[in-house]
DNA sequence: TTCTCTATCTGAACATTGCATAGATAAGAG
DNA sequence: CTCTTATCTATGCAATGTTCAGATAGAGAA
């Protein structure tokens, strides 16, 4: 994160140097203290480099989004599948907010609008993908047929189901449980003990 | 918004125009298109100026946040209020999700944790003052005791029901019905024929 | 009025940022 | 070995937030 690491004058890949290092950078600093000068210092490279890769600053940050994107598809799809479709859902959404508040920086990345390009076919192609399981386990609870993100189905229940979790991720990473508690990690804190009686709250048996 | 206009040395109310600027400049390009310079040059001002009433660009951007939820409150309070709990949270959520969407650079700045103080007292008072509407409602459908926010409340249903509106409004100004809506004006569309089904399906009576 | 004090504002710095461009470098094909 | 092309450097430019010495004028005291 430091200094260059090079010895040839062609890095050899730095399109996936720059997006590794960008997140590293966005993990430790927020979205707020990335820079794309400092991406290229640490990827040890001149700052006018990452324009032969990247359109600008946005192309490369949209496609650190999609890797961010697949990340928090492979933990959705990760968690367990009980059988119960209320349990299902709020695991779904446990590990959306879980997410949202183990990977701050990078999950307000994906918020963002203005950074990154969301008309990008990959980026909308990957956000959806991440949210299928989700959006089944909604599906499931509330009856319905399984939705198909892509062909735009959408039902007010699964809208309801995915804006909650939303809701809670943002509320997590905007520091509200700060606001409402007095541990030392609200935010686990909030995570760990109170959102599960939410969920509970939200979508009973 | 353009030119200076200003004939007096010192300006008079140098304060309340820098924030009125801002508003202006936000409402217009969003909080990506908000510089100090140019709230500066809009309030027909030095660029140096804003520090002598603003500690910094945050000072003058957690001054106009503090406005923004007075608005926000003023509009949440105005909403009818029908007797049937049901019906008064949904007016409430579909009241939230509304302002988000007619104002989504200022509802973008108030979620905005990196570019406004969150610390200030009076943005925390004024954010609580914000929602005490609506946690009420909430708490009314929810059969609970009256919250009160500023004593750190805090009850699973009443997160549950201001995560809801909170993701929505999220969902929205991120533009994800343009996502899933064909329509020419997706935000309007989603929020005047889908939503209401969102919030019934939410909250039914 | 006149003098003084103080709040207010200017104007010119400075460091940092994203970006564009011209040129250097080296990898690979023939 | 030579040529082509992708890759990277170096430099410069405009814009931004912030600071600071100095200019300006309003307000109160004499």
Redesign the interface.
């Known amino acids: 994160m430091t200094g260059p690491e090079r010895d040839k004058y062609h890095h050899g890949d730095l399109k996936t140097a720059l997006i590794e290092a960008s997140e590293g950078i966005i993990r430790e600093d927020?979205?707020?203290g990335f820079t794309l000068r400092k991406a290229a210092k640490a990827a040890g490279v001149s700052p006018g480099a990452p324009s032969h890769h990247f359109n600008g600053t946005r192309g490369l940050l949209t496609a650190l989004a999609i890797k961010v994107f697949k990340h928090l598809e492979a933990e959705l799809n990760a968690l367990p599948s009980s059988g119960i479709p209320a349990q299902d859902l709020r695991t779904q959404a446990l590990g959306y907010v879980t997410f949202a508040a183990r990977n701050p920086g990078l999950f307000r990345l994906i918020?963002r609008?203005?950074l990154i390009d969301?008309k990008d076919p990959d980026l909308?192609e990957t956000s959806f993908d991440a949210l299928t399981r989700y959006a089944h386990a909604a599906a499931a609870y509330?009856g319905h047929d399984a939705p198909d993100?892509h062909k735009?189905v959408?039902r007010?229940?699964m809208?309801?189901a995915?804006?909650?979790?939303?809701?809670?991720?943002?509320?997590v990473?905007?520091?509200r449980p700060a606001?409402?508690?007095?541990t030392p990690d609200p935010a686990s804190t909030f995570i760990e003990t109170?959102l599960p009686?939410?969920?509970?709250?939200?979508w009973p048996d």
Do not use: K, N, Y
């Open positions: 927020g979205v707020e918020c609008v203005d969301f909308i509330f993100l735009r959408f007010p229940h809208a309801s995915m804006a909650t979790a939303h809701g809670l991720a943002h509320m990473i905007e520091g606001l409402l508690l007095d109170m009686s939410v969920l509970l709250a939200t």
